[in-house]
Structure formats: structure tokens, C-alpha cells
């Protein structure tokens, strides 16, 4: 596990396996300059490693650190680190040797800010007052003009990164779909998710030790995609070992989907024509922007990771969730009003790994355990086409004989691809499976590892359940809050806390304090 992608990664990794430490050396409760403590650990110096000098660098690095230990308030979840945004090349147009001069100098009459002017028979483009429109481009019959885009910029499919008045990148938010593309591709780690790092520590310790209430841990299917050498079983031995309760596959859930989805197809296909499934929450943040009028074909099924939720809440009216997963995107969809309550925090695969650093778990060395029995389809779930194969398997189990043809879209492009096809009426297939990442989950921005092997690891994976039939593997759990427009009625025991509880919690709180200090477990 000592391999890491880029450096940026790798920077990120450092700020929050120290920040991770001191927490569980109680060090965070002194009066000191936390930030500062930790980036002169990172950057010792005397030389700078990535940027101009090592004060630039502490700097950024205490940005970092800052919001980790103080998370942004609201819920949005990607946002630009401005002391990092300052290296990416920012002359977007610039003319290149190929300009000829020529008479008919449409890039200058095109350009909307009269930014181009002709300086000894060819083009000149004062970056000052370009807006970067691209018209000069586009009507240049030499090509002679040529583009630089920012990588943050290219790596956003909706056009949500821009720039603000001082050139640094800036998100729009009414665009952005959270799926954290410019987070994974920006090269100076400039744009970044927001971290609950502190929030779920602090949601451990104040549970003592699972008296208080009991957290759980909800891992997604493409947990398989990222360890080499590494068992899943032992992963799951390592996320228990942090303080947690118990650990669940999100797989389950998976299976639940599948059923609940082949059912709704078979209800409404013959209205809607085609649906779309719901478990991208990027892909549905996509639809809702930029397609409000097919919200309708989206499937009103709940995302594994929230149906899981609400499954362990309905058994246990104590549990508290963790989610742990490679996507960003996960952040935005546990604050969303129709499901808020189920999943309490999110963490990142990239974020696991810096506390499990953090606690020195050599999860090599620990024996395996369970988390859980789901089929094989739903751990599929995890890499583009799965949830197509499980839905379908589920209608071939139930004897179900509506056709299912799915088109699957792996990646946003794809996915903004057929959505036009749809809504010009030109979508042959009467499902799509919409996942924001290129190859699944597998592939999802905060991945420890980008790879094509990790879909194979994925199947790997799969092929170890004990049977391949969904409905085997959700045996023993509810089943009322996989659907949205289905009652469920632990929802609104889970929006709605009570005085009482909340005086009883407090108590409870007390009391497992106080035995754990007589036990000698705590000061």
C-alpha cells in the first residue's frame, strides 16, 4: 500500500493520516498551532519539494490541514483551495506560428471584447481582456489559433470550473454535479472534496465504544477494486478495528435495488417508454440539472448506499452510518432532502487509507471476517453494466417478460451522449444505466487506485459470493425504504429526534463515561 498515483495524492494522504494521528493521540486538544505543527512535519525543509519555497508550500499545506480539522459550512462539497491555484498555464487562446495574416482578420471582427488585434500582419491577442470564448478559434481558416485548456476545465464534462476575476479557478455550482473529476485531475491538488474525516472520528469516540449508540460501517462493492496482496475480508477486519460496530456491504443493498428496480420497470416502462436507474448520484444531479423535464424517467429507487442505511436504522434504532466509498459525489446526496437522515458521514477510499495509516492497522496481518452475504450481481454493482446484469437477472428470476434492453454509459460523456439521444427520441434501448465515472465505481474520484484491473478485481470478487441469486441475499432485512415514493415509516423517526431521546442519549452518554473510567479504559 505504499503506492501512491501522483504526489498530490500522496500530499493528501500525509495531511490526513497527521491529522488522523494526533486524534488518537489526543493531541488535537492542545493549545497550539495545529496547522502550522502539522505542515512543518510534511515540509521539513530546508529545500521545497513542488512549489517556489517552503513557506508557499507550509502554506498550502495549512490550508489543507485547515479543512480537515474545520470543514467548510453548507453542503458543498467541491471547492478550490485558492493558495494551490496559481500554477496551470492561464493564456487559454494564444496564436500560434501558423497565422498567415491574412485579410480577412475574422478572428479580430468576432471577438466579442475586441481583445485581437494585428500587429505586423498577424494576430495578437491581449490576455487581459480575453474572456476565452473560443470564437477566434472557431473561425480561424488556418487553425493558426490554438488552445490550452486547464486540466480542471477539460476534465469537466458540464462546464461547472471557470474562472474568476483573478484567473483562478472557481466552481459553478448551479452546474457541478460533485462527481469530483477536476478534484482527481487538477495537477496541483487545487480543487478539493470536502472532508469528514474529523466528523466520523469524533462520532467513534463519542459512542464509547459502542455503548453510547452503534456505527456502523456501509463499504461499497468497489472496496475489491482497490488492494492488492490484500484480502477484501481483511479490509473489512480493519475498518471493524477503527471502533466501529460492525461493517455491512453496500452489495446487500445492491440486491435490493436490483429487485426493486426490475419492479418498477416492469410498472412504468409501458408510460415512460424508458427509465433511467438512480445509483450515480452524479448521474441523477446531471438529469436534474440539465434535464428537469425526465426526472420523471428516472427510477424513484433509492441508491444502495441510502436503502443499506435505512435497512440497519430499521433493525437498529441505535445505529449511526458511515458510508465508506470512492465517490465524491456521495457527499452531496446524504444531505439531499428526500433521503437526508439515513447516512450520517461519508468517507473516501483515499480518506480510509490515511486513518488506517494513521491507527498502524497492517491489515496483511488480520484474519478475515465478514461483512455481510449479498449475490454476486450485487457486488457488480461496482463497475459499469452491473446494475443493468442484476436487474435483469432478478426479472429472469421472476419469470418477469418485458424486455429489458439496457444501454450503459460509463462516464459522463456518455451519459450527457444518450441523454440528448433520449430527449431528441432517438434512444433505441428502454434503460440506461448512467455512471458519472469511466468503468464504475471502480474508477471513482477518490479511488486509492485509477486502473482497468480494478474491474476485474471487482469480478474476482463477485464470483466468491455464496449464491447468484439477489433475492437470497437480502433475506433478514426490510425492504420498505428502497423506494422513495414508498411509506417507510422509520424516516421520519430518523429526521425527527425527540427532547426525550436527545435527554436520554445525553445520559446514556454519561453513564458509559463514567463505567468506562471505573473499567480504566479512559481518564
Known amino acids: 500500500m505504499s503506492k501512491f498515483e501522483s504526489n498530490v495524492q500522496y500530499i493528501k494522504y ?68 485558492d493558495s494551490a491555484c496559481d500554477e496551470c498555464p492561464i493564456d487559454r487562446f494564444v496564436v500560434s506560428d501558423s497565422c498567415r495574416g491574412c485579410l480577412g482578420h475574422k478572428c479580430q471582427e468576432n471577438c466579442p471584447r475586441h481583445a485581437i488585434s494585428i500587429v505586423n500582419h498577424r494576430a495578437y491577442i491581449n490576455q487581459e481582456m480575453c474572456i476565452e470564448c473560443g470564437r477566434c478559434k472557431q473561425v480561424c481558416p488556418f487553425g493558426a489559433i490554438s488552445e490550452v485548456m486547464r486540466p480542471c476545465m477539460r476534465a ?58 452503534h456505527v456502523y460501517a456501509v463499504v461499497a462493492p468497489a472496496v475489491a477494486s482497490q488492494y492488492t496482496g490484500i484480502k477484501v475480508g481483511q479490509v473489512f477486519a480493519g475498518i471493524k478495528e477503527l471502533g466501529f460496530y460492525d461493517v455491512v456491504e453496500a452489495a446487500i443493498a445492491g440486491d435490493m435495488v436490483s429487485v426493486e428496480e426490475a419492479k418498477e420497470f416492469v410498472e412504468t416502462i409501458e408510460e415512460k417508454k424508458w427509465k433511467t436507474t438512480s445509483c450515480c448520484p452524479a ?48 457527499k452531496v446526496e446524504i444531505k439531499q432532502d428526500d433521503v437526508k437522515g439515513a447516512v450520517d ?41 452491473g446494475v ?11 419469470g418477469i417478460e418485458t424486455e429489458i434492453n ?23 434501448e428502454n434503460l440506461i ?17 485509477h486502473d482497468q484491473r480494478g474491474i476485474q478485481r471487482v469480478n474476482d470478487f463477485s464470483r466468491l459470493a455464496l449464491t447468484d441469486n439477489p433475492m437470497e441475499g437480502i433475506r433478514g432485512y426490510d425492504m420498505a425504504g428502497v423506494n422513495m415514493e414508498r411509506e417507510f415509516p422509520e424516516l421520519e423517526k430518523m429526521k425527527e429526534v425527540t427532547a426525550g431521546e436527545k435527554k436520554a442519549k445525553k445520559q446514556a452518554t454519561a453513564k458509559a463515561k463514567k463505567e468506562a473510567i471505573a473499567k480504566g479504559e479512559m481518564e
Not at 283 to 303: G, I, L
Not at 406 to 428: H, N, V
Not at 433 to 449: H, L, Q, V
Open 345 to 385: 458521514y461519508v468517507l473516501t477510499f483515499e480518506e480510509l487509507r490515511a486513518i488506517l495509516d494513521a491507527r498502524g492497522l497492517e491489515l496483511a496481518e488480520m484474519p478475515e471476517i465478514t461483512a455481510g452475504e449479498p449475490s454476486s450481481y450485487g457486488r457488480i454493482f461496482a463497475r459499469t453494466g
Open 156 to 213: 469537466c464534462s458540464v462546464n461547472a470550473v471557470k474562472m474568476d476575476e483573478n484567473r483562478k479557478a472557481m466552481i459553478d455550482h448551479d452546474k457541478c454535479i460533485s462527481c469530483g473529476a477536476c478534484v482527481q485531475q487538477c495537477p496541483f491538488g487545487a480543487i478539493v472534496d470536502k472532508s469528514f474525516v474529523m466528523n466520523v472520528l469524533n462520532l467513534l469516540r463519542d459512542s464509547w465504544n459502542n455503548t453510547s449508540y
Open 283 to 330: 448521474f441523477v444531479e446531471y438529469v436534474r440539472k440539465n434535464h428537469p423535464e425526465y426526472m420523471d424517467h428516472v427510477s424513484t429507487v433509492v441508491s444502495p448506499m441510502i436503502a443499506m442505511a435505512r435497512a440497519i436504522r430499521a433493525k437498529d434504532r441505535k445505529a449511526r452510518i458511515v458510508f465508506i466509498g470512492p465517490c465524491t459525489a456521495k
Open 433 to 449: 444505466e448512467g455512471m458519472a465515472c469511466k468503468g464504475g465505481c471502480t474508477n471513482g474520484a477518490a479511488s486509492i487506485f
Open 14 to 81: 500525509l495531511v490526513n493520516r497527521e491529522c488522523a494521528s494526533r486524534f488518537f493521540n489526543g493531541e488535537l486538544d492542545k493549545e497550539i498551532n495545529m496547522e502550522k505543527e502539522i505542515a512543518e512535519a510534511i515540509i521539513p525543509g530546508p529545500k521545497a519539494s513542488f512549489r517556489c519555497c517552503i513557506y508557499k508550500e507550509r502554506h498550502i499545506i495549512e490550508d489543507r490541514v485547515r479543512l480537515v480539522l474545520e470543514p467548510t459550512e453548507g453542503d458543498r462539497v467541491i471547492n478550490v483551495l
Open 388 to 398: 443493468a446484469e442484476s436487474v435483469r437477472r432478478v426479472a429472469k428470476l421472476e
Open 406 to 428: 439496457p444501454i450503459r454509459c460509463s462516464g459522463i460523456e456518455e451519459c450527457i451522449k444518450t441523454m440528448k439521444l433520449a430527449s431528441f427520441g432517438r434512444l433505441e
